[in-house]
C-alpha cells in the first residue's frame, strides 16, 4: 500500500490495523496511519533519527589513551584534521570516548592515518558502530520517586517483625520519603528560589505541609509558599526615590532594570488572583522542567498548581497562606517532643485511608484530610492521663517574649526549641495507644462540641458559637478546630455519612484490638497485628452480605414450576442446584455441602475445626478431580435418598449451606477474555451455552494466574440459602442468599461479593431456563408414568 511505501516502519497487522514500530503506536486503519505519519511525534522522531544516524556517520570510537585524559585534549589533537564538533567522553571508566568530526571527509582523513598516539599512549581508532536508533518513551515517574508501596507489600514487610510497636516503626521507614526524594525537593527548592528572585526581588520560597512536617510520604505534593512581603517593599521603595537626572541614561536604564519585571503591575494593590497569573506566567516560561501550570483561584487558599516533568512531582504555590507554615512548624514540634508521636500518625492515617475515610481529594470531598486526623490524634494524645503532648495554651505559656508570633491577627505562639519541654510522663506503648485511640473515639459526640487543641478539651457546642471565633466557625457532623485559626473547622466538608462510618469503624478497630489477633504474632503465620487492622471494609469479619435470587425465573412462567404457592420446594432445589453449579462449575470454586449449617458447631468459618473441615471437603472436591455419586448429589443440593410425601413438605425454614473455597480472581478481567472466546468468525445460527462460555473464561483466567492450583487458597466463604416469604404481597416467594466470609480475608471477599451480586443471579437465571434435572422432581412426579406410556 502507498502508506508502507513511504517507510519501512508499519507491520500491517490483522483485521486491517497497522504498528508504527518507531514510535510504538498502532493504528486501526489505513487513515489513521496516514495521520499518524503526517503527525509531530512521527515527524519529529524521523528527524531524531536522521541527525542521530549523520552524528554516527562522522564519529569515530577512539581508546587507549590515558585516564584522565579530558575531552579538551582529544579535541585538539584531532582538530589537525578538521574541525571537531563534540567529544563524549566515557563518564563511568573514562577509557573510551566518542569524537565527533564536522564531516565524514574530515572521518576519512583520520582514518587514513596508521597511527595516533596522543601523550606517548597510542590511540586506537575505529569506525563509530552503527545502531539502530531505538525510540525510549519518557518515564512517567523519576528514579528519585520510589515506587508506591501495595498493601500486599505492606502487609509482607510488616508481619516478618516481632510486635505491634515495631511494625508501626517500620511502617514509617517504609512510608517516609527516602533520601533520592528528599533531595530532589530541596533542589526544585532552590531552583523555584533562584528563578523567583530574579522576578521578584528578595522574595522567598518556603516549603510546608508533609515535605517538612515529619510526616513525609513517597510521593506526595510539594507544597511552596511564595513570600513577597520583601518584594511589596522592594517596589514600594523604588517608586518613592527620587527620578534621576535628565541626561542621566545611564542611571535611567540602571533603574529601569531593577524595576522592569514589576513594572506592569502593583503588588500591594493587585487582588490574588492577578498576582498568581503574574506567578503561573514565570512558571510557565521560566522554570526548567516544570508544565501543566494551572490557576485553582476558587479553592479556600488560592493556589498554582504545577508539575514537574523529569520526576513527575506535583505541587502547588499559594501567596496568602502563611497560617500553614505556622501549623507545619507546629506538627513538625511534637514529632520531636515524643518518639510515638510520628508512628502513631502513620498508622491512624493509612488505616483511615484503607477503610475510605480519608484522602485529599482535589476539589474537596466528603473524606478527612491528613491534617485533619493527624489533628486528632494529636488531641487524643492531649487528653491521656498523664498527657503525652501539651495543649496550645500550655505551649504559648512555655515560648519566651522572643517566640511571640501573630499571623493575620491570631496569635501563633509557641516555643521553638522542643528540648525545652519536660519529658513526657505516660508510659504507654505505640501499640496500646493506638488501641487507646478507637476506643475514645467509638462513641466520641463529634458534633455535640468542638475539639479545641489549644485547650486540651471539647468545647460546648453552644458556648462556643456565642464566641468571636465561633461565629465564623462551620459547624459540622465533626467540628475540629484549628489551633491557631479558631474560626476555621478543619473538618467542615465531612458529611454526616462519612462522620457515621469514622465511628463504626473505629468501634470495628477497637473490637479487633482487644483481641489476640492484634497483640500476639501468629505461630501460624496467619496476618496480625496491623495486617488486619488495615484491612478494607473491617477489622473484624464483614457482616452477612445477602443476595435475593426469584425462584421463578423471568423465562418461565410460575406454573411451569409449581402448582401452589404453598409448595416452593422444588424450585427451590432447583436454585440451590443453580447456585452449587455456578460457584463451583462456572467460577470453579470448590463447593461442599455443610449438613450442620453455620454456627452450629460453636465455630466460626475461621477456626481450626473448620479449617480441618473445609480443607477435607476441598480435596474431594477440586476442580477437576473425581467425585463420587453421593458428593455430586449433595453438590446439587439434591436429598441424598427419596422421602415420603410428608417429609417434601419441609418447613419454611428449610435451609442450604455450602462451604466454598476460592482459588484465583475470576472476576476480574471477564470482559477481555471473554472477547478472545467470541470470535467473530463464529456462526451466528449456532448459539453458545452462557454458563459454558462463562466458564471457560473462569479457566482462562485461572491458568494465567498460575498452570497448576496454588498451594494456599485466596479465601473462605460459607454460602446459607434459604426461602424468604413474600408475606401478604402477590410477589413469588425468593431464595435468600446469605454469605459468610473468611475473617482474614474480608478485604478480598468484598470484591468478590459486589461481582456475585451481579453476575450470580444472572447464571441461575440461566440454569434455571436451559437445564432441568429429573432427579429433582417431587415424588409423585417422579412415580406418575409418562403422558405416553399410560
Not at 262 to 282: G, H, Q, R
Not at 382 to 404: H, N
Not at 468 to 490: R, Y
Request: proline residues 7%.
Amino acid at each position: 500500500m502507498e502508506a508502507e511505501g513511504t517507510t519501512d516502519d508499519v507491520d500491517s497487522l490483522p483485521r486491517g490495523a497497522f504498528r508504527c514500530r518507531l514510535c510504538h503506536v498502532t493504528v486501526a486503519n489505513k487513515p489513521s496511519l496516514e495521520a499518524h505519519l503526517q503527525g509531530k511525534k512521527h515527524q519529529r522522531l524521523e528527524n531524531l533519527r536522521s541527525v542521530r544516524q549523520s552524528q554516527e556517520q562522522r564519529s569515530i570510537f577512539v581508546s587507549g589513551f590515558q585516564k584522565g585524559t579530558t575531552a579538551l585534549e582529544l579535541s585538539d589533537y584531532f582538530k589537525t584534521y578538521g574541525n571537531v564538533i563534540n567529544v563524549v567522553m566515557d563518564k563511568d571508566k573514562g577509557v573510551y570516548a566518542i569524537v565527533e568530526l564536522q564531516d565524514e571527509d574530515i572521518l576519512q582523513k583520520v582514518l587514513a592515518e596508521p597511527q595516533h598516539s596522543l601523550g606517548g599512549q597510542k590511540l586506537r581508532v575505529k569506525p563509530r558502530e552503527k545502531k539502530d536508533f531505538r525510540y525510549t518513551p519518557p518515564k512517567k515517574q523519576g528514579s528519585a520517586r520510589r515506587e508506591q508501596l501495595s498493601p500486599e507489600k505492606l502487609a509482607q514487610n510488616i508481619c516478618q517483625v516481632d510486635d505491634v510497636d515495631a511494625q508501626m516503626s517500620l511502617m514509617v521507614q517504609l512510608f517516609e520519603f527516602s533520601e533520592s526524594e528528599q533531595r530532589l525537593r530541596d533542589l526544585l527548592v532552590k531552583l523555584f528560589q533562584e528563578v523567583f528572585s530574579e522576578f521578584f526581588p528578595e522574595s522567598v520560597i518556603l516549603p510546608f505541609g508533609s515535605s517538612v512536617n515529619g510526616f513525609s510520604v513517597s510521593g506526595c505534593d510539594l507544597d511552596l509558599f511564595l513570600d513577597l512581603e520583601k518584594t511589596k517593599n522592594f517596589q514600594a521603595s523604588a517608586k518613592t526615590t527620587d527620578k534621576p537626572p535628565a541626561g542621566d541614561e545611564s542611571t535611567e536604564m540602571e533603574s529601569c532594570s531593577e524595576d522592569s519585571i514589576l513594572s506592569d503591575i502593583d503588588l500591594v494593590t493587585a487582588t490574588v488572583p492577578e498576582i498568581l497569573d503574574l506567578v503561573a506566567t514565570v512558571l510557565q516560561k521560566c522554570v526548567p522542567g516544570v508544565h501543566h501550570v494551572q490557576v485553582v483561584s476558587t479553592a479556600r487558599r488560592p493556589v498554582v498548581k504545577f508539575c514537574h516533568k523529569e520526576s513527575g512531582l506535583r505541587g502547588d504555590i499559594s501567596i496568602n497562606n502563611k497560617l500553614a507554615l505556622c501549623n507545619t512548624r507546629f506538627l513538625q514540634f511534637c514529632t520531636e517532643a515524643d518518639e510515638r508521636v510520628r508512628p502513631l500518625v502513620y498508622a491512624v492515617r493509612y488505616w483511615a485511608k484503607q477503610q475510605g475515610l480519608a484522602g485529599n481529594l482535589f476539589g474537596g470531598g466528603p473524606l478527612l484530610n491528613n491534617y485533619a486526623l493527624t489533628l486528632l490524634v494529636f488531641f487524643f494524645l492531649q487528653t491521656r492521663s498523664p498527657p503525652v503532648l501539651p495543649t496550645v495554651a500550655r505551649l504559648k505559656d512555655l515560648s519566651d517574649d522572643g517566640e511571640l508570633t501573630v499571623v493575620d491577627g491570631w496569635d501563633c505562639s509557641f516555643p521553638t526549641d522542643p528540648a525545652s519541654l519536660q519529658p513526657s510522663g505516660n508510659p504507654e506503648s505505640c501499640c496500646s495507644l493506638l488501641a487507646e485511640f478507637f476506643r475514645v473515639f467509638e462513641s466520641y459526640n463529634f458534633a455535640g462540641g468542638v475539639i479545641s487543641l489549644r485547650e486540651g478539651r471539647s468545647l460546648p457546642l453552644s458556648d462556643f458559637l456565642l464566641s468571636d471565633a465561633g461565629q465564623k466557625f462551620k459547624v459540622g457532623p465533626i467540628n475540629l478546630q484549628d489551633p491557631f485559626e479558631l474560626s476555621h473547622n478543619v473538618a467542615a466538608n465531612v458529611n454526616e455519612k462519612t462522620a457515621l462510618r469514622l465511628q463504626r469503624s473505629c468501634q470495628d478497630a477497637a473490637k479487633y484490638c482487644r483481641s489476640l489477633q492484634y497483640q500476639r504474632k501468629s505461630s501460624k503465620g496467619k496476618s496480625w497485628g496491623l495486617v488486619r487492622l488495615f484491612q478494607p471494609g473491617s477489622s473484624q469479619a464483614p457482616e452477612h452480605l445477602v443476595i435475593l435470587l426469584p425462584l421463578t425465573p423471568a423465562t418461565q412462567s410460575r406454573s411451569e414450576l409449581h402448582p401452589s404457592k404453598d409448595s416452593p420446594q422444588l424450585p427451590f432445589r432447583r436454585v440451590c442446584a443453580g447456585i452449587s453449579y455456578v460457584l463451583q462449575h462456572v467460577l470453579k470454586c470448590s463447593c461442599s455441602e455443610n449438613p450442620q449449617g453455620p454456627g452450629d458447631d460453636g465455630e466460626s468459618l475461621g477456626s481450626d475445626p473448620e479449617e480441618d473441615h473445609l480443607k477435607t471437603k476441598t480435596e474431594q472436591l477440586s476442580v477437576g478431580s473425581k467425585r463420587s455419586l453421593d458428593l455430586e448429589d449433595a453438590a446439587l443440593g439434591a436429598p441424598p435418598a427419596k422421602k415420603s410425601r410428608m417429609e417434601v413438605s419441609l418447613p419454611d425454614t428449610e435451609s442450604v449451606t455450602w462451604d466454598c473455597t476460592a482459588w484465583h480472581r475470576v472476576w476480574l478481567g471477564r470482559r477481555r477474555v471473554r472477547r478472545q472466546f467470541s470470535s467473530p468468525q463464529a456462526d451466528p445460527k449456532t448459539s453458545t451455552d452462557p454458563l459454558e462460555l462463562e466458564g471457560k473464561v473462569s479457566e482462562a483466567i485461572s491458568q494465567q494466574e498460575g498452570q497448576t492450583r496454588p498451594v494456599e487458597p485466596l479465601f473462605g466463604f460459607s454460602v446459607c440459602a434459604t426461602i424468604k416469604d413474600a408475606g401478604s404481597g402477590e410477589q413469588d416467594p425468593q431464595v435468600n442468599l446469605n454469605f459468610t466470609p473468611d475473617p482474614e480475608q474480608g478485604g478480598v471477599f468484598q470484591d468478590f461479593f459486589h461481582f456475585l451480586q451481579g453476575f450470580l443471579p444472572r447464571m441461575v437465571e440461566q440454569y434455571l431456563a436451559t437445564k432441568r434435572p429429573p432427579d429433582l422432581r417431587l415424588p409423585e412426579e417422579k412415580s406418575s408414568p409418562p403422558v405416553g406410556d399410560i
